[in-house]
């Protein structure tokens, strides 16, 4: 079946620009994580939510960064007035029901590149 | 708060040489522990996980074993193929919800 998809892959903006990354994640996940990772660094969380609401956006470095899941699904990480610290790969990732029990499976990243 | 250590990368070594990567972790409470490998082009993926001390996360002919008296989290393998050529990763969740706190990455490099 379908993995978690990431749309765009790859992104350039400039600085200042605002950027919408979109995530799909496997059908039927209620949970569904936002990471980001920069460039020789391990994933850092960013966001979580259970269904439409976000249980947990303790990890979003600023209020530049927004996220939404309106019905449920879908959901888009959205970043106003882009810097370049921004620049990194933001990895989506569902499970079935959240918690340590349910396996996280992440999607293949959008790459962010601010000039 | 919450944090994982891993030994720096690259690591390199032949075909059918024992690898072991060294995994070390600071937690609040009881963590669950996991290991995820990133292979070249592909996402990260789920290689082993352990929930509770002394317990042995095995997968792919990978092994880790739950140390709580030493915070560790090793992950060994007897005989390392170059398709095991990746980036490991040791993570752990402290968290009701299971977000991840992953350390740095180690890049394994197997040659022929």
């Known amino acids: 079946g379908a993995g978690v998809s990431q749309t765009p892959s790859n992104k350039v903006t400039e600085k200042g620009k605002y950027v919408e990354l979109r995530c799909d994640p496997i059908s039927g996940h209620t949970a569904l994580y936002w990471y980001r990772q920069s460039l020789g660094q391990g994933p850092e969380f960013l966001i979580y939510?259970?269904?439409?609401?976000?249980?947990?956006d303790s990890g979003l470095p600023n209020d530049r960064f927004f996220a939404v899941r309106p019905e449920g699904s879908v959901s888009t990480l959205k970043i106003q007035r882009t810097e370049r610290g921004d620049s990194a790969v933001y990895l989506c990732a569902s499970s079935l029901g959240g918690g340590s029990s349910n396996e996280q499976f992440f999607g293949p990243g959008t790459r962010l590149t601010v000039l | 708060g919450d944090s994982v250590t891993q030994m720096e990368g690259p690591v390199t070594l032949s075909e059918e040489a024992f690898l072991t990567i060294n995994c070390t972790y600071t937690?609040?409470?009881?963590?669950?522990l996991f290991w995820y490998v990133q292979y070249p082009g592909e996402g990260l993926q789920l290689l082993l996980k352990?929930?509770?001390?002394?317990d042995k996360g095995s997968n792919k002919g990978f092994e880790a074993t739950y140390r709580k008296e030493t915070t560790s989290f090793h992950l060994e393998k007897g005989s390392v193929q170059v398709s095991d050529s990746a980036v490991y990763f040791c993570a752990l969740t402290t968290d009701s919800w299971g977000k991840l706190q992953f350390g740095a990455g180690t890049q394994v490099v197997v040659t022929p």
């Open positions: 352990a929930t509770k001390a002394d």
């Open positions: 939510f259970q269904g439409t609401g976000a249980a947990d």
């Open positions: 937690a609040t409470g009881y963590p669950s």
